[in-house]
């Protein structure tokens, strides 16, 4: 059942990814809504991570909270980039409301997809087995 889960994580962060990717392809693309996915899919995919691990969290979308619980458990977690990956908190919340207003650039939006990328790298890699059932 705990594969389960886990693979729904992966499965819901890899979703995520591909609307960041497709978002990011249309013409005068939504760049805030590309960020708030990349960031969907980062906080999905340390929550699969954690869930393997028995670990609960609860409801955050604080990306350097989740951080810092994986490297707690792996030490490998501390080659990601903290300071970069946990600005994409900002984009959980920040982007999707009139009352804090702002719109990322194409640039800010390519670069947090990248990272969510990089880490799908890492992640899938860690949690091959139950990914590649």
Not at 40 to 58: H, R, S, W
Request: charged share 35%; glycine share 2%; proline share 3%.
């Amino acid at each position: 059942m705990k594969d389960e889960i886990v693979r729904r994580w992966l499965q819901k962060a890899h979703s995520d990814l591909r609307s960041a990717r497709i978002l990011l392809e249309a013409d005068d693309p939504p760049t805030e809504s590309a960020c708030f996915h990349a960031q969907q899919a980062v906080e999905k995919m340390l929550k699969a991570y954690l869930t393997n691990k028995d670990v609960k969290v609860g409801k955050t979308h604080d990306i350097s909270t989740l951080l810092e619980l994986c490297i707690k458990l792996d030490k490998d977690f501390e080659a990601i980039d903290i300071d970069k990956i946990e600005q994409l908190t900002f984009y959980a919340v920040g982007v999707r409301y009139p009352d804090e207003f702002y719109v990322p650039t194409y640039k800010e939006a390519e670069e947090a997809l990248n990272l969510a990328e990089k880490l799908w790298e890492f992640i899938t890699q860690k949690l091959a087995d139950i990914w590649q059932k």
